[in-house]
Nanobody, 121 residues
Framework: QVQLVESGGGLVQPGGSLNLSCAAS????????MGWYRQFLGKQRELVAA???????NYADSVKGRFTISRDNAKNTVYLQMNSLKPEDTAVYYC???????????????WGQGTQVTVSS
């Protein structure tokens, strides 16, 4: 079984910072793309940032210059450093990974359990 476990969410004041982590474990051959998504209350889930295995990144316009995505391939872990947080960043954040696994051809996608980020004074 493959599991993605997130950590690092919580309550922070506007202008503050949080660092989210997501570690994948289980029977995995290779993890390719990884990313972070967020879901506002009553809205569809949307992409925040994505990163390839080689380190190429892509960000939503709303977080450019404030958030940084990174990964440690040896640890099967992806991070999201969030700086200069705003109240409108409040959402549930989910990590995602695309990977190859034993006895299966092609790429499979997995989601973390989600972690709440609340920005409020």
């Amino acid at each position: 079984q493959v599991q993605l476990v997130e950590s690092g969410g919580g309550l922070v004041q506007p202008g503050g910072s949080l660092n989210l982590s997501c570690a994948a474990s289980g029977s995995i051959f290779t993890i390719y793309g990884m990313g972070w998504y967020r879901q506002f209350l009553g809205k569809q889930r949307e992409l925040v940032a994505a990163i390839t295995r080689g380190g190429s990144t892509n960000y939503a316009d709303s977080v450019k210059g404030r958030f940084t995505i990174s990964r440690d391939n040896a640890k099967n872990t992806v991070y999201l450093q969030m700086n200069s947080l705003k109240p409108e960043d409040t959402a549930v954040y989910y990590c995602n990974a695309r990977m190859t696994v034993p006895a299966t051809t092609g790429l499979l996608g997995y989601w973390g359990q989600g972690t709440q980020v609340t920005v409020s004074s």
